[in-house]
C-alpha cells in the first residue's frame, strides 16, 4: 500500500530520533579521547582543542597493548572451542534419539541462567589451587562452559531447519551417522556456525566480572577488565583521555564486526526465540 | 519458512512399556552417536559449574577468611543467617529488584517501539536495524566510562545540562542513571526478540482487522500483542535474568557506592575487598537461589516455553 506523505514524515522523525539517541553516547567518548588533557574538564559535547596524544600514549604501553591481545586470543580460543563442542552437541539434540535429550537442554538452560556472581567465588579458590589463576587456560575454560548454552541453542534452530531428507539420502548411500554429519549436514550448518561464533567471540569480547576475578595482571588480564584498572599514559595524567580513547580502541573494531555481520547476527539471536 | 516434519526414526523403540524391546542396530549406533557427541560439552559445562557450585555450597558453611586461614572452621549455617539478617543484603536486594523491574519494564516498551520500528518503518529499514545493534556491540565497560563521564560535574555535558550537581553521588539520581546506562545497552537485544516475534503475526490476519475497522491501536492490543506472547515472554525471561545479575555497569559509574550496589556487588565486595569467601560463598548460593526463583515464575506462573523444548504449535 503507498505511503501517504504525513506517514512518511512521521516514520522519518522516528528514526531519526532513533538513530540519534542512540549514537548520543558513542560520539561522546569519541569526543572524549581527542580532547588535550588540559580541556578535558569543558563540559563542551565537542572537544576544542584536538589532539591525538590520548591514542599514541596508550598504543605504546604494554598495560594496554598485552590486554587487547589477551582479549583476541582467549576469545578465539574459547570461540573455537565452544562451537565445535556446541556443534556435535546441538547436532545430536536436533536430529538424534537418544535418553536424557530433555536433561540436557534443561541443564544447559539453567548454565546459561547462572549468575557469573556465583560462579566467581569457587572458580577463585578452585583456579587458585589449580594453578590456573591468571592464566589463559584459567579464563578460556569458563568462558567456553557459559559460552556451551548460547552456542547449543542458537545451533540446534539452525541444524533444525536443515531438511531430514539429505541425511536420509546419505544413509540410504550407505554412510553411517557421523559420515552423514561430516560430509553433508556440517557444511550445510556452516552459517549457523558462523553466526554462533560471532555471538561467542561477542560474549568473551565483553565480558568482565570473571575478568576481573580471575586474573590478576596482564598476563591474562582482557581489554575490559584492564580498562576499568587503568591508571593513564603517565602515573600523573588524570586517566580520563587514556581511558576514552582505550575504550574507543576496543569498541570501534568491535562496532566495525558487528555492523558487517549485523544480519548473520539478527538471524542467530532470533532463530531460537521464533522456533522455540 | 517451511515447517519441518520431525524426525521420524524407523525404528522408535518401545522401552518401558511392554519390557525391553531390542533396539535395531541402526538405533543403537544412534543413541551412542547422541552420547559422544554431547558429551565433551556436558563434560565441560558441568566440570565448571556443578563443581564449583558443589564446592561454594560447602565453603559456605565454614568460617572461611582468606587473610586469616588459620580460623577455618565449621559453622554450619551461621553464614546465611549473618547474610539473612544484615541490612546490608536486604537493602542490596532492594536495589537489585528495583533496577530489575524498572529496567525490563522501560525495555520493553522501548524494545516494542522499535522493534515495530524495524519492521514497519517505510525507509531505511537497514540502517536503523544496523545503527540498533551499535549499543548491543558496545563493550558494556567502555559505555559505562561513557555515561561516567557524561555525569561528571565539570567534565560532563550531561552533568553540565543539570547544574553540576554530581548526580552520581546521590542514590535515587545514581540509581536513575544506572538504569539508563543498562537501558541503552539492552534495548536493542529486546526489540531483536520482540521483532521476531513480530513477524510471527500473520499479515492477513491484521487486514482483516483493518477492514473490520480497528484502529491502530485495536489492531496492536487485539492482534499483536496476544499472537505474540511467547516471543513476549521468552524476551521477558531473559532479560529479567540478565538484569538481576547487573554488575558491570555498577561497577563502573558508581563502585556501588550511596546506596547503589546490587547483590552482585555485594558479593564481589565481601569475597574480594573483605576477603570472606564463607560469606560470600553463602551469598553466591544465595543469589542462584533468587534466580531459580525468578525462572520458576517465569516458567510455571506465566507459561513462558522454556527456549529449547519443543512447543508443538
Redesign the interface.
Given at each position: 500500500m503507498a505511503a501517504t506523505t504525513p506517514q512518511k514524515v512521521g516514520w522519518s522523525v522516528a528514526n531519526i530520533v532513533t538513530i540519534v539517541l542512540v549514537l548520543i553516547p558513542l560520539v561522546w567518548i569519541i569526543s572524549l579521547s581527542f580532547k588535550t588533557t588540559g580541556s578535558i574538564t569543558d563540559p563542551t559535547y565537542f572537544p576544542t582543542h584536538w589532539t591525538w596524544s590520548n591514542y599514541s600514549g596508550i598504543l605504546t604501553t604494554s598495560t594496554f597493548l598485552r590486554p587487547l591481545l589477551n582479549s583476541v586470543g582467549i576469545g578465539a580460543i574459547a570461540t573455537f572451542i565452544a562451537v565445535v563442542l556446541a556443534s556435535m552437541a546441538a547436532y545430536a539434540v536436533a536430529r538424534l534419539n537418544f535418553p536424557g535429550k530433555a536433561v540436557l537442554i534443561g541443564v544447559s538452560l539453567l548454565i546459561a541462567m547462572f549468575p557469573a556472581i556465583a560462579l566467581a567465588t569457587p572458580l577463585f579458590n578452585i583456579e587458585r589451587a589449580l594453578g590456573l589463576f591468571n592464566t589463559w587456560p584459567g579464563l578460556i575454560i569458563p568462558y567456553v562452559a557459559t559460552g556451551l548454552p548460547l552456542g547449543i541453542y542458537t545451533l540446534s534452530a539452525f541444524f533444525r531447519e536443515i531438511p531430514w531428507e539429505l541425511e536420509k539420502a546419505a544413509k540410504v548411500d550407505g554412510a553411517t551417522p557421523f559420515q552423514a554429519f561430516v560430509r553433508v549436514i556440517a557444511p550445510l550448518a556452516a552459517p549457523g556456525m558462523v553466526t554462533t561464533a560471532i555471538l561467542v567471540f561477542l560474549f568473551c569480547w565483553n565480558e568482565f566480572l570473571l575478568a576481573i576475578t580471575l586474573t590478576a595482571t596482564t598476563a591474562s588480564r582482557t581489554a575490559p577488565a584492564a580498562l576499568s584498572f587503568f591508571t593513564g599514559s603517565s602515573q600523573f595524567a588524570v586517566p580520563t583521555g587514556s581511558i576514552s580513547a582505550a575504550a574507543v580502541v576496543i569498541t570501534i573494531p568491535i562496532i566495525i564486526f558487528v555492523l558487517f555481520f549485523q544480519r548473520r547476527i539478527v538471524a542467530g539471536l532470533t532463530s531460537g526465540a521464533v522456533k522455540g | 519458512m517451511t515447517t519441518?516434519?520431525p524426525?521420524a526414526?524407523a525404528q522408535?523403540p518401545t522401552t518401558g512399556r511392554h519390557g525391553r524391546a531390542r533396539l535395531s542396530e541402526g538405533?543403537r549406533?544412534?543413541?551412542r552417536?547422541?552420547?559422544l557427541?554431547?558429551a565433551?560439552?556436558?563434560i565441560?559445562?558441568?566440570?565448571?559449574?556443578a563443581?564449583?557450585?558443589g564446592?561454594?555450597i560447602y565453603?559456605s558453611l565454614q568460617r572461611y577468611i582468606l587473610s586469616a586461614p588459620q580460623l577455618t572452621k565449621f559453622v554450619g549455617f551461621s553464614n546465611y543467617g549473618a547474610i539473612l539478617s544484615s541490612p546490608f543484603w536486604w537493602h542490596a536486594l532492594l536495589v537489585t529488584v528495583i533496577i530489575t523491574v524498572v529496567s525490563v519494564a522501560i525495555e520493553f516498551v522501548l524494545g516494542m517501539c522499535?522493534a515495530l520500528?524495524m519492521y514497519?518503518?517505510?525507509?531505511?529499514k537497514g540502517?536503523?536495524?544496523?545503527?540498533?545493534?551499535?549499543?548491543?556491540?558496545?563493550?558494556?565497560?567502555?559505555?559505562a566510562?561513557?555515561?561516567l563521564?557524561?555525569w561528571t560535574p565539570?567534565?560532563?555535558?550531561l552533568?553540565?545540562l543539570f547544574n553540576?550537581s554530581a548526580p552520581l553521588t546521590s542514590q535515587p539520581k545514581a540509581i536513575a542513571i544506572i538504569i539508563l546506562a543498562e537501558v541503552?545497552k539492552t534495548t536493542a537485544?529486546m526489540a531483536?526478540?520482540l521483532?521476531?516475534?513480530l513477524?510471527?503475526v500473520p499479515e492477513d490476519l491484521l487486514k482483516a482487522a483493518k477492514v473490520d475497522g480497528a484502529t491502530a491501536w485495536q489492531r496492536f492490543t487485539r492482534v499483536i500483542l496476544p499472537l505474540m506472547k511467547?516471543?513476549i515472554l521468552?524476551?521477558l525471561l531473559f532479560r529479567t535474568?540478565d538484569a538481576?545479575?547487573i554488575?558491570?555497569n555498577i561497577?563502573?559509574l558508581t563502585q556501588g557506592n550511596n546506596g547503589t550496589g546490587s547483590?552482585?556487588i555485594l558479593?564481589?565486595d565481601n569475597?574480594?575487598t573483605g576477603l570472606n569467601?564463607g560469606l560470600?560463598?553463602a551469598m553466591?548460593?544465595l543469589?542462584?537461589i533468587c534466580?531459580?526463583i525468578i525462572?520458576i515464575l517465569f516458567i510455571k506462573g506465566f507459561g513462558t516455553?522454556?527456549?529449547?523444548?519443543?512447543?508443538q504449535r
Open positions: - | 519441518v516434519t524426525p526414526t522408535q538405533a549406533a544412534e543413541r552417536l547422541g552420547w557427541l554431547c565433551p560439552a556436558v565441560v559445562m558441568v566440570a565448571v559449574t563443581y564449583p557450585i564446592y561454594a565453603v522499535l520500528l514497519r518503518t517505510i525507509w531505511g540502517g536503523i536495524r544496523t545503527t540498533i545493534l551499535i549499543p548491543y556491540g558496545i563493550v558494556t565497560v567502555a559505555a566510562f561513557s555515561w563521564y557524561a565539570s567534565t560532563g555535558y552533568s553540565a553540576n541503552w537485544f531483536l526478540l521483532m521476531a516475534g513477524s510471527l511467547p516471543a521468552v524476551a535474568l538481576f545479575r554488575f558491570d561497577f563502573i547483590v552482585s558479593n564481589y569475597l574480594f569467601f560470600g560463598s553466591s548460593v543469589i542462584l534466580v531459580a525462572a516455553a522454556a527456549p529449547g523444548t519443543s512447543l
